[in-house]
């Protein structure tokens, strides 16, 4: 397919969208994007391929100010021809993203979720898609409960963001092989599928079988303790941080960087997570094979908290800043082994060899020392 015949598909796929979403909301199209002006949602659409086996794969992208940052689905569809496999990506985006947005934008929802962190409680509303299947029915299709698997865990990975997506796929094989994936704001958790994989484990399927669901957690706006910083500005940050690392040629800077960086930011809390994310960052790019756990400790010097990573909406923005601004060349290769030297990650992997155990044997937990005067949010 040729560029202009991918661009007159893409707006095929637009139109249908719109058809479909028309009966639940106005809306309309405009610069290659439905507009729904109610609720200052935009939608984008784009076939990303489509072989020769009649295999669609789609990608769609929702922005909203209710959201921290685009959300992003990609569907696949199969049919006999390529409308019939466009026409089946789409479908499972409509029954599942789409339909779930509407819902949150629309205030409709039907769960509820209490937390806390960092000293805050914060309540949620939940809303949950359709259950999107392929393959054959299951006699335990009727009691499915992803959600209810979930639950108890959820509040290990729910933060300070507006809202928190979790996009669940399960799929066992006629032989019984599982595969099972969560993703928390698109980032696979592991502790997440591990659950989930014992739910499909349970089937009593004959042939392949899958099952996807969404669920959208907002913070309820009555009681809500957001992020204080939108995703552009950590990513500003991140370049700023970047450079002073780059400044620090001696070792009296780098023993100065927080306090520089903090009064920089006018916030100590921020300063130190660049302060001992950034290496990590690098490190955990140079040394793949390397697990590392998604529960880390935050140690003061008067008491140790566990988190995950998925709680500290900073540091995903972080990394995508970081791998960006290298891809980019805006950082050199030599900042890249500077923060990889400052990494615990590097000290970990030097130990490992030294002791001849393999990387990948078990996984590292992040010890992460801060002041009094750190803060979560």
Not at 86 to 112: C, D, H, N, P
Not at 222 to 239: D, E, H, N, S, V
Request: glycine fraction near 4%; include cysteine.
């Amino acid at each position: 397919m040729n560029n202009q015949e991918l661009k007159r598909e893409n707006a095929r796929l637009l139109q249908q969208l719109s058809t479909v979403c028309a009966s639940m909301e106005a809306n309309r199209i405009e610069a290659d994007q439905l507009v729904f002006p109610r609720w200052d949602l935009c939608v984008r659409a784009q076939i990303d391929s489509l072989d020769e086996r009649v295999m669609a794969v789609c990608t769609f992208e929702l922005d909203c100010p209710r959201f921290d940052e685009t959300l992003v689905e990609r569907c696949s569809g199969a049919g006999k021809d390529p409308d019939q496999a466009i026409g089946s990506a789409a479908a499972s985006f409509l029954f599942g993203m789409m339909a779930a947005v509407i819902t949150l934008m629309r205030y409709e929802s039907v769960l509820q979720l209490t937390t806390e962190f960092g000293g805050k409680e914060r309540k949620w509303n939940c809303i949950q898609s359709e259950v999107i299947g392929m393959g054959q029915p299951l006699s335990t299709d009727h009691r499915l409960d992803y959600w209810n698997a979930l639950k108890g865990l959820l509040p290990q990975v729910l933060g300070s963001r507006k809202i928190t997506v979790i996009q669940v796929y399960g799929a066992r094989q006629a032989d019984g092989s599982v595969n099972a994936e969560c993703r928390v704001n698109g980032v696979v958790c592991r502790f997440l599928s591990e659950a989930i994989a014992a739910v499909v484990q349970t089937w009593d399927n004959s042939e392949f079988v899958s099952r996807r669901q969404i669920f959208l957690l907002e913070q309820d706006r009555t009681q809500a303790a957001l992020f204080p910083y939108t995703k552009a500005q950590i990513q500003t940050m991140t370049t700023q941080a970047m450079r002073l690392f780059q400044a620090c040629d001696t070792e009296e800077k780098l023993n100065r960087y927080t306090e520089i960086l903090s009064r920089d930011l006018n916030d100590v809390s921020l300063a130190e997570q660049f302060r001992f994310f950034l290496p990590e960052i690098c490190a955990e790019n140079a040394f793949p094979e390397l697990p590392i756990d998604e529960h880390l400790s935050l140690h003061t010097p008067d008491q140790t908290t566990s988190v995950t990573i998925f709680q500290l909406t900073a540091v995903e923005w972080m990394k995508e800043a970081v791998y960006e601004g290298f891809k980019n060349e805006d950082f050199d290769n030599e900042l890249f082994r500077q923060l990889i030297s400052l990494s615990s990650l590097y000290a970990e992997v030097h130990s490992r060899k030294q002791k001849g155990e393999a990387l990948k044997d078990h996984p590292v937990t992040l010890q992460f020392p801060v002041s009094n005067r750190f803060k979560l949010f």
